[in-house]
């Protein structure tokens, strides 16, 4: 699996749902449920900042008994952004994901936010990709040319 994010980001696309540092967690979590995502970036102007997750909301907003209406997104988010970058491959990305244990990686190129790979992605072209081979092989078995 030596495709590289930016094959999947060219065929799920590159847009990302960011908000603010100084948003309140309640207004970011509205904006993480009208988009159904389980994470947004978190932006000052262009400037990557912060990510708030699901997880955030579970550990530091429910499990710490934070007022979400009170406080800011900038007092729970996960600071410590893993990146990488568009050439990074499928395998490549699956281990970061398993080593990191994060399930959302931005996507930067030349210090430019270019988009972002959830680990759903990546399943949903493994998926993909098997089910490709299989149909490729069974074609090959019952036509006798291999599709590629």
Do not use: Q
């Amino acid at each position: 699996m030596n495709t590289p994010i930016s094959a999947i980001l060219e065929r799920k696309g590159s847009a990302v749902y960011s908000v603010n540092a100084r948003m309140s967690i309640a207004d970011a979590v509205a904006e993480m449920n009208r988009h159904r995502v389980g994470c947004v970036l978190v932006l000052d102007g262009d400037l990557l900042v912060g990510v708030f997750t699901e997880r955030d909301v579970l550990r530091r907003v429910v499990g710490m008994d934070v007022d979400p209406k009170i406080n800011r997104v900038a007092d729970v988010m996960t600071r410590d952004v893993i990146t990488i970058p568009p050439h990074t491959t499928v395998d490549e990305c699956l281990t970061t994901f398993a080593e990191r244990r994060c399930r959302h990686l931005p996507v930067i190129e030349h210090g430019r936010l270019v988009g972002l790979i959830s680990i759903g992605d990546i399943s949903r072209w493994v998926a993909d990709m098997h089910r490709a081979e299989a149909e490729s092989l069974k074609n090959y078995v019952i036509g006798g040319d291999l599709v590629t």
